[in-house]
């Protein structure tokens, strides 16, 4: 938006609009005292709940004077700009802000700081409540308005979550050996159309042809640049329990925690990263008779089903949610942002599908398993499948390792959380 600095200057000269919001800076000795934090926040939050914008801070807004800002205060005035975005909205907004130079009336270069807000996902509330942008103006927004934005930019519309343009990616982000794997043989389509029948890209409101939340999800090896929560927070504990000695845990997490991984990458990557851990973490049992029989904990199998579920089946729209995967010395937990829906119960889990991301499914199902582990590796061709033996194939492999059936429970109507115990407890 407004790219280069003659189209900015141009919009500055026009005044303020839906996509343009302009700010004069003051201070009060090293502080800065204008604009308050909570008035930038409802200004930007206003901006991500619209269809984004343009903040530029520095420029008098009812004359449209470029008086700049002191390149000494320029840091000062930044840092106001981030915690307006990660401490007063939530959830936060990712702008980007930029520092530059415009000539003021003078003719004299000063220094001014631009700061690009995209198109949302999520609704964003501020110190003043819940705004959007109406003309040069952020206006509250009425209950019937702020209902229907909630459920236009959850998975319940239309157009599911996954399938939705992130405004603040562009085709460029998506990197072609993570895309390309999903062509046959036979594609002759041009890139940006096999994206597009992929369900990896889609035009947003603008025209503009932007990856998708499920083309981020699988065509970047950092997808938590765009979606900061989608990833698998894994952590082995010693014991049964999460107890942590107070007096040291500042000191050592490892009194409390064997081993720990922040599990990022393509939900692929993720998936397979994931059951390693567990194969890396869990106690193997060695039983002599006609041979040596290494009795593990778990069945590699069914955690690999179940990673997998929970990863193409959680609900990405919930902001700060991520999938929490957690061993202890008797048991597995894995955490699932967003409970089942209405019509399926924790009873029903092993008899009937559901697909919140239909997307995120299909391109899956059309990735091969490429895992050192020689049980995952010969368990299936390709990572997902649609026949719904997912569930089915956790409960019985586990069940018959352990002889005790695993549990799924719906965690404060917000988690799907399944337990599956451990064949050798420590």
């Known amino acids: 938006m407004f790219p280069t600095k003659i189209e900015l200057l141009e919009k500055i000269r026009l005044g303020e609009d839906s996509y343009l919001e302009l700010k004069d800076v003051r201070f009060s000795g090293e502080r800065v005292s204008a604009p308050a934090r909570g008035d930038l926040a409802d200004e930007l939050a206003g901006f991500a709940n619209s269809r984004g914008g343009v903040l530029v801070l520095g420029v008098d807004d009812k004359h449209r004077d470029i008086l700049g800002i002191p390149q000494a205060r320029l840091d000062a005035v930044e840092s106001l700009v981030r915690e307006a975005c990660n401490d007063s909205i939530h959830p936060p907004v990712m702008p980007v802000i930029e520092r530059l130079e415009l000539l003021d009336s003078a003719g004299t270069p000063v220094a001014l700081l631009r700061v690009d807000v995209p198109r949302s996902l999520f609704v964003h509330q501020s110190p003043g409540g819940y705004f959007y942008r109406v003309g040069s103006s952020k206006r509250q927004m009425p209950p019937e308005y702020l209902a229907r934005l909630f459920q236009q930019r959850s998975q319940t519309r239309m157009i599911r979550f996954d399938e939705q343009a992130i405004a603040a990616a562009s085709l460029e982000d998506l990197e072609p050996a993570r895309w390309e794997r999903f062509a046959t043989p036979r594609t ?239």
């Open 188 to 426: 002759q389509d041009k890139p940006e159309n096999l994206l597009q029948k992929l369900g990896m890209a889609r035009q947003d409101e603008d025209g503009a042809l932007r990856p998708t939340v499920a083309g981020v999800l699988m065509g970047t090896g950092n997808p938590q640049r765009f979606l900061p929560n989608a990833y698998i927070q894994a952590v082995a504990y010693r014991g049964t329990s999460i107890q942590i000695d107070q007096s040291s845990q500042s000191a050592d997490s490892g009194l409390y925690q064997r081993d720990a991984q922040d599990i990022t990458g393509t939900l692929d990557e993720q998936i397979l990263a994931a059951a390693d851990f567990v194969r890396k973490n869990m106690f193997v049992m060695a039983r002599k008779g006609q041979g040596r029989e290494d009795l593990p904990q778990y069945d590699l199998v069914a955690i690999f089903e179940a990673v997998t579920n929970a990863v193409a089946h959680r609900d990405y729209s919930i902001y700060g949610a991520k999938i929490r995967l957690r061993m202890f010395d008797d048991r597995l937990e894995l955490y699932s942002p967003g409970a089942i829906p209405n019509t399926l119960t924790v009873e029903s889990l092993p008899y009937r599908q559901f697909a919140r991301n239909e997307t995120i499914t299909s391109l899956l199902a059309r990735c091969p398993v490429r895992s050192n582990q020689p049980d995952i590796q010969t368990h299936r061709t390709h990572i997902m499948d649609k026949r719904g033996e997912g569930v089915p194939l956790i409960l019985s492999r586990s069940e018959s390792l352990a002889k005790r059936a695993p549990e799924y429970r719906v965690l404060d109507e917000s988690e799907l959380v399944l337990t599956i115990y451990a064949a050798n407890p420590q």
